[in-house]
Every structure is written in C-alpha cells, then in structure tokens.
C-alpha cells in the first residue's frame, strides 16, 4: 500500500491522524514484538479493526520489520510532492514511534533498561527523538534533497537494527 493509498483510506474512515504517524505506531510496536491488534487500538481510536485492508497493511509492515522476507520501506509522499510535506511526514513518523515507545514504558510493556540496554537501540531511540524535532523549513536545495534521502534511509535500517537488537525479554 502506498503513502497515499493510506492517506485515503485514513481520511475515509476519518481516523484523525497522518498515514505517516501510524506507520511510526506500528512499527515501534513491531520492534517491540508487541501484538498490534492488541495494542494500537489503545494508541488510537478503534479505527484498526475497522478495515481488513488496515490490518492487513499493518501485518505486513510488522513483517517488513521482524523478518527478511521484505525489505522495510517508509511510506512517504512521493518525491513529487513537496520537500517539507516529506519531512514533516518524517518528522511525525519519528514523533509516533517515539510516542508509541513512551506508552509501552508506561504500561509496563517495555522498560527505559530494556530499550537501552543495548548500544545500538539506546542511540537509535536518541537519533529519532531528534529527528522528530527537525522543522520543514528548506530551501529546496539539491543539498536539502539529498539529506533527506540520507535520513530516510538511515532511519529505513535504524528501525529494523533496533527490532533486531531489542531484548525480547526484560534485563
């Protein structure tokens, strides 16, 4: 499913949040190897069971990251659309997965020792807290275009080392 085909199906079932803010939900789930049927009903209104289509694009983006089967991919506008709506997307992708990390903190699902127990999920966590605080102001510069691509790519396989490096099991 695309980035727009999702926006669609959002704004058709009037969730009241960005395609790119529950990408970020589910995938903080998944490198949790937290149940989404179970949990992101909690983060949001009950709009996951309201669509297969939902819950399928939400298992298989919770494959993407748990698995080698397929490659993960953040769903963004295209590179049509304008440099800062994608970053902002980026921003609230990074915003959701860090919110999303505080709710399983909160709820006794995950622990601060456990999310930084390792080097590589400590930094990560710090990088996109960061990276959620960027602002969309660019000028549009091939330069400013080409950081982006660095970003998303680094946060593309910062998310699925941090899936692969978090302990399934509290330290």
Known sequence: MSYSQLTRLLDNLAAG????????????LSC??????EHWPR??????????????????????IQTDDVEFALLLPDEHR?????????REFCQAFADTLAYAVSNDLASVEQLTVDREPGEILRDIMEISKITSAVEGEDEDERDFMELTEYLRVAVRVFALNYPSTPS
């Open 32 to 37: 949790l190897g937290l149940s989404i049927p």
């Open 17 to 28: 949040f960005s395609a790119s803010t529950m990408q970020g939900q589910v995938a903080a």
């Open 43 to 64: 983060l949001n209104t009950p709009v996951f069971e309201a669509t297969g289509d939902l819950k399928t694009w939400a298992e298989y983006t919770q494959r993407q």
């Open 82 to 90: 304008p440099l800062t709506e994608r970053i902002e997307c980026l």
